[in-house]
């Protein structure tokens, strides 16, 4: 098995191998039983440092469809809470014979410090504001499966750039794949490095998105911003949020992606996360059927999958 920390250190090659083998994954997700025996005797740890909806819920169910057994560690109810510190918590857990560790944490490099001092298998689930890969499959799962291929494509992502590792692993992947990336959002919420990431920049949010295949409205992370969110909220939503006046600018048949949990009314408006062009919960469900590529082709190299044509 090889661990799975970002989408930089992947070939493209790589990743259109986790993009067909979760088309595989999606056919099993829509059988009346899903559930094969692919990881059966497999063993999967869920270990959670920060809160999670979508991705922890998804590799759980992701692993079980595929046969293997899940634990899940919620860090506020486990020794860490006594101070047990990253290192000793991931020997912990590798010493109860699990063949993976998926891995949230607050700071950067969190899972590629587990990958060095651990054997089992490692999964980023998001560390910090660096890298989220899962969600960087499960949206290219969803675009591409909306019949647009990424070479070529104006994308535009909204927001609050700086603290999003969505944004970084984004940006990574459609660069990577041969899009155009555009960015807007408050100066206060770009990156420093954001001139050498190969996007295109922008001051108005209208600029960005008109004529747009995709936009990817970010989560305006309020608990990451210790001295408040500048501009205000009913500012930010004014000049940057996204609503339907807006995105009439973009392409009539715009992908509107957004990571969720989404602050309705901030960066994005009720109408705008309801419509047609919405594709928030397919990415949900697509991120199922990515991580179940992802654990099955780490913990198997991809020999055992089952004919499910
Ligand atoms: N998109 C995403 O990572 O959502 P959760 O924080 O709910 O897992």
């Known amino acids: 098995g090889r661990d799975i920390l970002d989408l930089e250190s992947l070939s493209v090659e790589e990743i259109e ?13 829509k059988r009346d039983i899903k559930k ?3 990881l059966r005797g497999k063993s999967i740890i869920n270990l959670f440092y920060e809160p999670s909806t979508r991705t922890r819920t998804s590799f759980e169910l992701a692993g079980k469809y595929l046969g293997a057994d899940v634990v899940n560690i919620t860090t506020s109810s486990s020794s860490v809470v006594k101070g047990e510190c990253l290192r000793d918590t991931i020997l912990t857990v590798q010493s109860m014979a699990c063949d993976a560790i ?37 949206d290219m799962f969803t675009i591409r499966e909306q019949g647009k291929n990424l070479k070529g494509l104006k994308m535009a992502i909204i927001g609050d ?5 969505v944004a970084r692993t984004n940006i990574a992947a459609w660069t990577k794949m041969g899009a155009e990336v555009h960015v807007a959002g408050p100066m206060t919420l770009l990156p420093h490095d954001i ?20 936009i990817d409205i970010l989560r305006i992370q309020l608990e990451r911003q210790q001295k408040g969110l500048f501009p205000s909220p009913r500012e930010y939503a004014r000049i940057f949020g996204i609503n339907e006046n807006r995105l009439k600018l973009a392409k009539p048949d715009v992908t509107v992606l957004h990571p969720g949990p989404m602050n309705r009314g901030l960066e994005i408006s009720w109408e705008v996360g309801y419509c047609d062009n919405a594709a928030i919960r397919t990415e949900v469900q697509n991120g199922v059927a990515v991580r179940m590529a992802l654990l099955f082709l780490t913990l198997t190299g991809g020999k055992h999958i089952e004919n499910v044509d």
């Open 195 to 214: 001139a050498s990431l190969g996007v295109t920049v922008h001051k108005r949010v209208e600029e960005a998105i008109e004529g747009a295949d995709v």
């Open 17 to 29: 191998l986790v993009l067909k083998t979760a088309e595989e994954m999606k056919k099993i997700m």
């Open 161 to 165: 750039i700086l603290y999003s590792r």
């Open 102 to 138: 998926v891995m949230r944490h607050p700071i950067e490099g969190a899972a590629a410090y587990a990958a060095k001092v651990a054997d089992p298998v490692i999964i980023n689930a998001g560390d910090g504001a660096h890298a989220h890969p899962s969600q960087g499959f499960l």
């Open 36 to 38: 094969v025996p692919s």
